[in-house]
């Protein structure tokens, strides 16, 4: 069995208002099939599908304010109500508490420790492996849990040998925005089968995505739409690639955000998250928060 945990920043279930809500307007039949034939907003509720089931998510936790990146990214990695512990929503970066209990323990490192293989499967450019090598820039806490674990962070060298994606899947971004144009240019299905390929080599892959969440702060509405469209043909590629006796494909994210353009800040909706897979029914008994995901991964893989 093994697991692949698909993140996507800052998208929670908001309501059905096409003027703010990109989720409200996207068309994407696969998210749709993934949560029973609807879209991904708040009065979705619980569903199931022939093969997922769509679980609204507490990213809250009883602790007030907004849920933010660090504290939220961390709960997902540890299992542990992390604003509780720190007493606050943190974020967007790790501070030094977050990063003391990653150190001390996240799946990554659990995975490791039993002999198994656990990888961050995004790769980053040159000038940004530079400058978290030089502490100029502070990793995510999923990129930090990764680190702790002993993983090099994937590179461009990654991407050409096919070992790795780039956070917005196909590799375009990369060509238009950076200029490193001698990685592969995949289309979102081919980016979904090379994911589900690649999380075959380890008892825990996670790819991060976090341009949801700067479309969230920033906008603009088509751009979060067009998101929505990109990661659906992704999860098709994902879907018709992977064998739902091999294990379990969770989609899940940290805060609201961009179900709600125009408001800069994060919300406090729950969020979506997806388990895709024939052990989705045992997974899904009493979830309710981000804190719940590791103690259900942990059996899925240890016992
Ligand atoms: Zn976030």
Redesign the pocket.
């Known amino acids: 069995m093994h697991i692949l945990l698909l993140f996507l920043?800052?998208i929670g279930l908001g309501d059905d208002d096409p003027a703010v809500n990109p989720f409200a307007v996207a068309d994407t039949p696969t998210l749709f099939d993934l949560a029973g034939g609807h879209r991904w907003l708040r009065k979705t509720g619980l569903q199931e599908s022939d093969r997922a089931i769509f679980i609204p998510t507490d990213p809250r936790m009883n602790v007030p304010g907004r849920p933010?990146?660090a504290s939220?990214?961390a709960t997902i990695l540890t299992g542990t109500n992390i604003p509780q512990i720190i007493g606050e929503h943190y974020?967007?970066k790790p501070n030094e508490a977050i990063r003391s209990i990653l150190a001390e323990d996240n799946f990554f490192k659990r995975v490791v420790a039993r002999g198994e293989q656990a990888a961050l499967l995004d790769a980053y450019p040159p000038r940004l492996l530079h400058d978290f090598e030089r502490g100029k820039t502070l990793r995510s806490s999923i990129q930090q849990a990764a680190y702790e674990s002993g993983q090099r962070l994937f590179s461009t060298q990654d991407l050409i040998a096919r070992n790795a994606l780039i956070a917005e899947w196909t590799g375009d971004a990369w060509h238009k925005h950076l200029g490193i144009t001698e990685i592969p240019l995949l289309t979102p299905y081919e980016a979904g089968q090379l994911m589900v390929e690649l999380s075959r080599k380890y008892a825990f892959a996670l790819h991060s995505h976090w341009m949801t969440?700067l479309v969230g702060h920033r906008g603009p509405f088509e751009r979060g739409v067009e998101l929505l469209e990109l990661f659906d043909g992704v999860m098709t590629g994902v879907l018709d690639t992977w064998d739902d006796d091999e294990g379990l494909i969770i989609i899940t994210s940290?805060?609201g955000?961009m179900e709600e353009i125009g408001n800069r800040k994060h919300t406090e909706n729950d969020v979506p998250t997806v388990i895709i897979g024939n052990a989705r029914h045992t997974f899904a008994e009493g979830f309710n928060t981000l804190a719940d995901i590791v103690p259900r991964m942990e059996s899925l893989l240890f016992d």
């Open positions: 920043d800052g933010q990146s939220g990214q974020g967007p969440d940290d805060h955000n």
